[in-house]
């Protein structure tokens, strides 16, 4: 199956500063990259629908200014998680579209 | 509101038997559910899918049935393997709204030798 990968698979940074996760499709190309995050013992939860050169489109409650995503070509997405507070600790995953939905590996983000 | 619902969060299997995991939906007009795998500080993989024209299919020892008058699916995994321990999502989607998942909170199982 299709490879999507993200990196870093985990980071740590103190609170105030931004992080920037990286997802990237390596053996396809995707104009359509979603961006996921999970709390534990939960579900994942639908951040973002990032579209190859255009805005992403957010999902209720998800604030676009705090969580910036960026879809600059067809195998890479990112997500910059601006001004983080311990709350926004999660693991955070993409995933990528062809004819089937494939997940990269997670980033597990822990703001101290 | 949760629109697609695992209500057990843990199933224990004996090796050899079948492991049965639920999935309830709200919503009547998803058109397509999947199943996933998923272990710990992993992204999840695809398991089996099927279609809301179909009620039942099946893929070696996998095989997901749908009632759609119920809004209830099921994954019957048999026979189980202690492999196959891991937590296990459903997700739901609608075509016309771009095929955006919404992912149930997940099953445990356990698969005992």
């Known amino acids: 199956g299709a490879v999507v990968s993200q990196h870093p698979s985990w980071v740590i940074c103190k609170s105030g500063t931004s992080v920037k996760i990286e997802c990237r499709s390596l053996?396809?190309?995707?104009?359509?990259m979603f961006w996921y995050r999970q709390f534990p013992k939960q579900s994942l939860m639908l951040m973002a629908t990032s579209n190859e050169g255009s805005k992403a489109t957010y999902e209720q409650g998800v604030e676009k200014d705090k969580f910036l995503i960026n879809h600059a070509s067809l195998t890479l997405s990112t997500l910059t998680v601006t001004s983080a507070h311990p709350e926004d600790s999660s693991f955070y995953i993409c995933s990528a579209r062809t004819d089937q939905e494939f997940f990269g590996p997670g980033t597990r983000l822990t703001v101290l | 509101d949760q629109q697609v619902k695992q209500n057990s969060p843990s199933l224990s299997v004996q090796e050899g038997r079948i492991s049965i995991l639920n999935c309830d939906y709200t919503n009547s007009m998803f058109d397509y559910f999947l199943w996933y795998k998923k272990y710990p500080a992993e992204g999840p993989t695809f398991l089996i899918s099927?279609?809301?024209?179909?009620d039942k299919n099946e893929d070696g020892r996998f095989t997901v049935f749908l009632n759609k008058s119920a809004k209830h699916l099921s994954l019957h995994i048999v026979p189980s393997q202690p492999g196959d321990s891991a937590v296990y999502f459903c997700a739901a989607s609608l075509y016309n709204q771009g095929g955006k998942l919404i992912f149930g909170q997940g099953t445990e199982l356990s698969v005992k030798p």
């Open positions: 053996d396809f190309q995707a104009t359509t």
């Open positions: 099927i279609s809301s024209i179909k």
